[in-house]
């Protein structure tokens, strides 16, 4: 009985790293995200350069398709399944964001940061476990994607969010009502 715990307190911590492992493409969008939306905050005279959150959020996804090729294969976080699939589709996805972003304009760091969020919830999707987990995947992928739309320089774009945002309310609605049902 005496190494009993530290045998769980090792099993826990290896499990605790490989878990961080496999967060680790999620913890580099959420950090760019921030980062981009930090370097907004800034004053505007004093910034380098408009192309700072551009290249910021390039990083960001670069550092999360280098965490998201080497993340291990056998974490398992309680609300996610980490497996080929949702990995290959997780590196799809921040793959297939590198020219969105390189052929958004500099002016203005929040359609980066509302990219970045809106991979998140891509890389959610692609990682869920259950229910919840792409409930939340999809909230966190959807919502910002309305902000995109709004912010478009169409006459339109308004009115073509608050569509986007009702009828996503709804399947969100009929998403919960089936979950609670299930």
Same mark, same amino acid.
């Given at each position: 009985f005496?190494?009993?715990?530290?045998r769980?307190?090792?099993?826990?911590?290896?499990?605790?790293? +490989?878990?961080?492992?496999?967060?680790?493409p999620?913890? @580099?969008?959420?950090?760019?995200?921030?980062?981009? !939306?930090? =370097?907004? &905050?800034?004053? *505007?005279?004093?910034r380098?350069?408009?192309?700072? /959150?551009? #290249?910021? %959020?390039?990083?960001?996804?670069?550092?999360?398709l @280098?965490?998201g090729?080497?993340?291990?294969?056998?974490?398992?976080?309680?609300?996610?399944?980490?497996?080929?699939?949702?990995? %290959?589709?997780q590196?799809?996805?921040?793959? %297939?964001?590198?020219?969105l972003?390189?052929? &958004?304009? /500099?002016?203005?760091?929040?359609? /980066?940061?509302?990219?970045? $969020?809106?991979?998140? $919830? &891509?890389?959610?999707? #692609?990682? +869920?476990?259950?229910?919840? %987990?792409?409930? =939340?995947?999809?909230? !966190?992928?959807? =919502?910002?994607?309305?902000l995109?739309? @709004?912010r478009? *320089?169409?006459?339109? #774009?308004?009115e073509?969010?608050?569509?986007?945002?009702?009828?996503g309310?709804?399947?969100?609605?009929?998403?919960? &009502?089936?979950?609670?049902?299930?």
């Open positions: 005496g190494t009993f715990p530290s769980v307190g090792a099993w826990a911590m290896t499990g605790m790293l +490989s878990a961080l492992g496999f967060l680790g999620m913890a @580099a969008l959420t950090a760019g995200s921030l980062a981009v !939306l930090a =370097i907004g &905050m800034g004053n *505007r005279s004093s380098p350069s408009a192309r700072l /959150p551009k #290249a910021v %959020a390039v990083a960001a996804v670069l550092l999360a @280098a965490l090729a080497a993340a291990p294969e056998a974490a398992r976080p309680p609300l996610f399944r980490f497996d080929m699939l949702g990995g %290959a589709m590196l799809v996805f921040l793959a %297939a964001a590198l020219p972003l390189y052929l &958004m304009s /500099p002016s203005d760091e929040a359609p /980066p940061a509302l990219v970045l $969020g809106s991979l998140l $919830g &891509m890389a959610l999707v #692609a990682a +869920s476990g259950n229910l919840l %987990a792409l409930f =939340i995947g999809l909230e !966190l992928m959807s =919502i910002p994607a309305y995109l739309v @709004a478009s *320089r169409c006459a339109q #774009a308004l073509a969010a608050v569509k986007y945002f009702f009828a309310g709804a399947a969100g609605a009929f998403f919960l &009502m089936g979950m609670a049902l299930h």
